[in-house]
């Protein structure tokens, strides 16, 4: 997406942190290239986005690129500096990252999406936009254009939880569990109390993309929370990966067991469990649990912990 006026870089002062980075400001990135990329550790958007992005800030830092990664969370959890530094080591992130956790920097921006990149020229001038997934060989033209470099584009094939969706499957929409954004719940008693705890029970069945739970939850404004132990989500999707942000307040990594309506995932398992369905919930993050192989179907899947104090915010697939 072309922008119609040209506007330069905003100010970056409103970052509450930097992380692999003294400050950085538009002044002093005068004569680089820059690219901005908003993004928040949880989304499956820019999960699928960033190893593009990873290899244009290594292949073209010497001609002159700098790569800016601006963290403005989208859940409470994601506030936590050291849950953006697990992420930035999971993912290999090296470029620097501001912390936003104010929305100053978004605001500034007048920014509305993850991920979301702003490509500038050497004088700070706005350029060129994007917002969301996709466009990748036409935004690493715009970053070869404006480096005044001409090349074979790198590419970058993401894998595990990065790989691109398969969108001629992808039939779920993005499903959140909080009261605020919450739909198509489907335990049989209904949403229960708000903000304390509530006893939950499957229905008999789930049509495609309703969800329930089973156990006693506190339905929260962004998420749900497991009060005992033993307690279980389940989803009912239609895409090859399905995916959910887990965060846990328990003082011990909380086990949980993933198991499809005829048995453990076996080879359809994501990489965040085994074949038998077997995972570990120890810091808030996006965890992927189904990855179907060869044809995909309905699948009803059905999430089981061991212990209290799991967090779920929201599935996404792929």
Not at 33 to 61: D, G, K, M
Not at 67 to 75: K, L, Q, R
């Amino acid at each position: 997406m072309t922008i119609r006026e040209q506007r330069r870089l905003p100010s970056l002062d409103g970052a509450t942190e930097w992380l692999s980075s003294e400050p950085l400001s538009p002044a002093g990135l005068r004569g680089r290239v820059v690219l901005i990329n908003f993004w928040t550790l949880t989304c499956i958007n820019w999960l699928r986005t960033e190893p593009h992005v990873r290899a244009w800030s290594q292949a073209y830092r010497d001609d002159g690129l700098v790569v800016i990664g601006v963290h403005t969370p989208e859940f409470s959890f994601e506030h936590d500096a050291g849950a953006v530094r697990q992420a930035m080591r999971d993912r290999a992130i090296d470029y620097p990252v501001a912390l936003d956790n104010d929305y100053a920097i978004w605001r500034a921006f007048d920014n509305h999406y993850w991920p979301a990149l702003y490509f500038a020229d050497a004088d700070g001038v706005i350029r060129d936009q994007h917002f969301g997934e996709g466009r990748y060989q036409e935004s690493e033209r715009v970053i070869q254009g404006l480096l005044g470099v001409d090349r074979d584009l790198v590419g970058a094939v993401g894998v595990g939880v990065e790989a691109d969706a398969d969108w001629g499957e992808l039939r779920t929409p993005e499903t959140y569990l909080g009261y605020e954004r919450g739909e198509n719940f489907a335990s049989p008693a209904g949403p229960g109390a708000i903000d304390r705890p509530w006893a939950y029970e499957l229905p008999e069945r789930l049509e495609v993309s309703q969800w329930a739970l089973a156990g006693d939850w506190t339905m929260g404004r962004e998420r749900v929370l497991l009060e005992q132990p033993g307690g279980g989500i389940a989803v009912r999707f239609h895409a090859r990966d399905m995916h959910v942000v887990l965060s846990v307040v328990a003082a011990e990594p909380v086990p949980f067991r993933v198991s499809l309506e005829d048995g453990p995932p076996g080879t359809s398992h994501g990489v965040d469990v085994d074949a038998d369905g077997r995972g570990l919930l120890e810091h808030g993050r996006l965890y992927q649990l189904i990855r179907q192989h060869g044809e995909v179907a309905d699948r009803t899947a059905e999430i089981t912990f061991s212990g209290a104090g799991a967090g779920a915010y929201v599935f996404t697939f792929g």
